[in-house]
């Protein structure tokens, strides 16, 4: 079946600094990829998506990154502030219907 | 705007029991998926449901059911509840099939 993994489960930063979450897929077939952030007693926010036409997809102080030959996706976060403090999951949906695969997740601690 | 909502916030259960679960998607937006987020772990694909249609159902019992209702909100229900059934149960709606899905805070279902 598919996994979506993460190398890093704690990432801690300085505010201020770039923030960089791992993700590592196994689903050759996945074509869709959200990035959530997830922020301790609500659910999962959407922060941005990519499609694997794609490689790189710009947000708001955000960028997603795609590499379908290693299978890796990485969410970038420019001049991170306490606010992004929270766990970051990655999630995969292999146009099987739209049943999406999440990772474990990361927990991005930005220290002030 | 209003976002997805869901009800209730929090819920406890004895062993054996059963639950409901609801969801109002996000107006406009016809597909809700349900998800089960156990502590610590990304969340567990349950059930998507599209125009009132099952699309798709992940690795759960049959203990589990959904539907979907004609003004696309949802429930949930799970029959002979185990102790492990605890967990928050997230509601999940997009406009179409494969889309941007956006979740609602959750239900926080304990089992004792």
């Known amino acids: 079946g598919e996994s979506v993994g993460l190398h890093l489960p704690t990432l801690s930063v300085q505010e201020g600094d770039n923030s960089i979450i791992n993700c590592a897929y196994s689903n050759s077939a996945s074509d869709y990829f959200i990035w959530y952030k997830q922020e301790s007693g609500k659910g999962p926010q959407f922060i941005i998506d990519i499609r694997s036409n794609m490689d790189k997809r710009q947000g708001q102080r955000v960028t997603v990154l795609l590499n379908k030959t290693v299978k890796h996706l990485s969410l970038q976060i420019a001049a991170t502030q306490p606010g992004d403090s929270a766990v970051y999951f990655c999630?995969?949906?292999?146009?099987?219907?739209?049943?999406?695969?999440f990772g474990t997740g990361t927990s991005l601690t930005v220290i002030p | 705007d209003a976002g997805v909502t869901q009800s209730p916030t929090h819920l406890i259960k004895t062993r054996g029991q059963h639950v409901t679960l609801r969801c109002s998607p996000i107006?406009?937006?016809?597909?809700v998926s349900w998800y089960q987020q156990v502590l610590g772990q990304g969340p567990q694909f349950i059930f998507q449901?599209?125009?009132?249609?099952?699309?798709g159902r992940g690795n759960f019992p049959d203990r589990f059911s959904a539907r979907q209702f004609p003004n696309y909100s949802s429930e949930l229900n799970v029959n002979a509840l185990l102790l492990g059934d605890s967990a928050l149960y997230l509601c999940a709606s997009s406009t179409f099939l494969l889309d941007e899905q956006f979740f609602g805070p959750g239900t926080r279902l304990t089992v004792l």
């Open positions: 449901y599209y125009e009132k249609e099952e699309r």
């Open positions: 107006s406009g937006h016809k597909s």
């Open positions: 999630a995969e949906n292999a146009n099987t219907g739209n049943q999406f695969y």
